[in-house]
């Protein structure tokens, strides 16, 4: 089992920058992946960005490619999105997410991930 929580959301100016966090518990949570995924408003969510659990392996979606930067604190169990230059398409709920199993690699669909947080907004303000 492994619990989720999202935070760092906020307003931001067109061309602003803002850090979400992840904090992650449960056994080994350091070993599983993590990812980030978006949904805006009246929209499906979407992958961002990924890391895994053992080499930091990453990846971007197209969206998620030059603006958002993903990292990892192991000793914090926190994983971060670094989004720099949001524009007004990208707001929306953030949401970090965990698989149900372990692995070297990670993935950017809904359906491959088990556990997630609660969501935090980022709102882009016009």
């Known amino acids: 089992q492994v619990q989720l929580v999202e935070s760092g959301g906020g307003l931001v100016q067109p061309g602003g920058s803002l850090r979400l966090s992840c904090v992650a518990a449960?056994?080994?949570?350091?070993?599983?992946?993590i990812a980030w995924f978006r949904q805006a408003p009246g929209k499906e969510r979407e992958g961002v960005s990924c890391?895994?659990?053992?080499?930091?392996?990453?990846e971007y979606t197209d969206s998620g490619k030059g603006p958002f930067t993903i990292s990892r604190d192991n000793a914090k169990n926190t994983v971060y999105l670094q989004m720099n230059n949001l524009e007004p398409e990208g707001p929306g709920v953030y949401f970090c997410?965990?698989?149900?199993?372990?692995?070297?690699?990670?993935?950017?669909?809904?359906?491959?991930?088990?556990?997630w947080g609660q969501g935090t907004q980022v709102p882009v303000s016009s």
């Open positions: 449960g056994n080994a949570v350091n070993h599983y992946a």
């Open positions: 997410a965990a698989p149900l199993v372990m692995a070297p690699f990670c993935l950017l669909g809904v359906s491959d991930y088990d556990y």
């Open positions: 890391i895994a659990g053992t080499h930091d392996k990453i």
